[in-house]
């Protein structure tokens, strides 16, 4: 489980997050879900240590995060897989060199056992035969796929996804989400997804943690959000015509 | 933003550049991809500098050569350029232009990309990772470069005092041996090795911590180089005060 402990962060003076505690489940594909600029990215990168938090604490398994040095930190990050919202692939590696990369630097297998997890991974993506291309060779989809399969190359305990679904199409997104829930289930993880994209929330949350500016505003399941009495998280989640149609019925 | 922020974010880079590597074998093999990028790769253009640099320092003396001046100066003025100023000083600054902005815009898409971030979530020191293998490189290929420019400097002077008749051989020659001090290239090394860190860590600094899109990699680029040649302008200064005077 992850949890934050009352997280506040400023950039200037611009109160990104204001006390907010959270916590994620194991097991479970855990949301954050908001309005642009609500504070659901800073939120995430101080929870895996990118943006350091002004106050607060953040706890992987009872881990306090916060005040670990570099070393212990480095021992957290190995359990740490991210899925980018570009992938962040690096573009000077093939596809197989991308996933063997985490496991290049940290892991004491062969050659020939690193080829073996790479194929793994990528069957597991539904990309096999794909290992020798150039991340540019691929389709947005293949390219958030290839992400999830270097993420999980490491067997991570906590794995986060930042707008998973951006910029693909609908039944690509929902190949995304079922692959989210399935490794999750699978490998027993601690899942965070950011995302605003309503059909993605619907489709994969087990819990849902609305941000609305720095603050949590809402915490749930995907059920009793459908019937929460908050303004702030109607006016979201009713924003787009579909899902004003779907209220209707 | 102020002067005495960038140095303390440097400052700051520079210690996480020079932590041990995590992993020595992924290290090894980005050095010798960084030698190809920043040493084999630019043979080519330092050569080609070199040569006409020299030609045209040996005719330029030429010209200003008369009367009571004797004509070894030719070959002694080729020389000290050369070794002094041009091969060190000037060879830097071109790459600077050349290696600074590649390492700039390299590490700039990088972070737009979010491929340094991708690089820490792993926990790889990503600072040390891309940026220590560049500064190793550069402190082994730039004076490998300058000494190659030195001796093509010098030799197409000599060819070219010889097609155009501007000095004999003999007196060339004498020229380029006469007051010669071995000091003269270990100053000129020195410099060279002082102002490829300063290209190479510039460089990387303003690449790594580039925010926004592909517009800031390019100012980040622009100002991996500006900043470069002005910092190798004023060490030059500095060090040759020290080391000459």
């Given at each position: 489980m992850i949890e934050l402990k009352n997280i506040s962060k400023s950039f200037g003076e611009h109160h990104i997050l204001k006390n907010v505690s959270a916590k994620f489940h194991k097991g479970k594909v855990n949301f954050i879900i908001g309005r642009s600029g609500s504070g659901k990215s800073v939120m995430t990168k101080c929870t895996v240590g990118l943006l350091e938090p002004d106050e607060g604490q953040v706890l992987f398994d009872g881990r306090?995060?916060?005040?670990?040095?570099q070393r212990k930190r480095k021992e957290i990050h190995k359990e740490i897989g991210m899925l980018f919202q570009g992938g962040a692939l690096f573009d000077s590696m093939t596809v197989s060199e991308n996933i063997k990369f985490p496991l290049k630097m940290f892991s004491d297998m062969t050659d020939q056992e690193m080829d073996v997890r790479a194929s793994d991974c990528l069957k597991r993506v539904m990309?096999?035969?794909?290992?020798?291309?150039?991340?540019?060779?691929?389709?947005g989809g293949m390219q958030k796929r290839v992400g999830i399969a270097r993420a999980i190359s490491m067997n991570p305990k906590y794995l986060f996804c930042d707008e998973p679904n951006s910029g693909l199409d609908p039944q690509t997104a929902i190949v995304i989400d079922n692959l989210i829930i399935d490794i999750t289930r699978e490998y027993g993880m601690t899942t965070v997804v950011v995302s605003h994209d309503m059909n993605s929330v619907i489709e994969a949350s087990d819990t849902i943690h609305f941000i609305h500016q720095g603050e949590i505003a809402f915490e749930g399941t995907n059920d009793e959000m459908m019937v929460s009495k908050s303004e702030t998280l109607n006016e979201f989640i009713y924003a787009s015509k579909l899902m004003q149609k779907l209220r209707d019925r | 933003m102020s002067i005495i922020f960038h140095i303390g974010r440097y400052t700051r880079f520079i210690l996480r550049v020079f932590r041990k590597p995590e992993n020595g074998a992924v290290f090894r093999r980005s050095l010798v991809n960084e030698l190809t990028t920043i040493g084999t790769n630019s043979v080519g253009i330092v050569a080609l500098l070199s040569l006409f640099m020299g030609a045209v320092m040996c005719l330029q003396t030429a010209h200003q050569v008369s009367g009571w001046i004797p004509a070894y100066t030719i070959g002694f003025t080729v020389r000290q350029t050369m070794i002094l100023e041009f091969s060190p000083t000037l060879i830097p600054v071109i790459l600077a232009g050349k290696i600074g902005s590649n390492i700039a815009s390299q590490l700039g898409t990088m972070r737009v990309s979010e491929q340094i971030d991708a690089l820490e979530i792993m926990g790889i020191n990503s600072a040390g990772f891309l940026t220590l293998p560049k500064i190793i490189a550069g402190i082994l290929c730039f004076p490998l470069l300058v000494i190659m420019s030195m001796f093509l400097g010098l030799a197409s002077g000599a060819g070219i005092a010889y097609v155009t008749g501007v000095s004999s051989m003999a007196d060339f020659q004498y020229g380029l041996q006469v007051d010669f001090l071995a000091y003269d290239v270990i100053y000129a090394l020195i410099k060279t090795t002082i102002f490829s860190i300063v290209i190479t860590s510039v460089s990387a600094y303003h690449g790594y911590h580039t925010h926004g899109g592909a517009l800031e990699v390019a100012k980040s680029s622009t100002k991996a180089v500006v900043y470069s040649v002005v910092i190798i302008m004023m060490s030059n200064l500095i060090l040759t005060k020290l080391l000459l005077t």
């Open positions: 306090d995060f916060t005040v670990m040095n990309l096999e035969g794909h290992g020798d291309k150039f991340t540019g060779e691929l389709s | -």
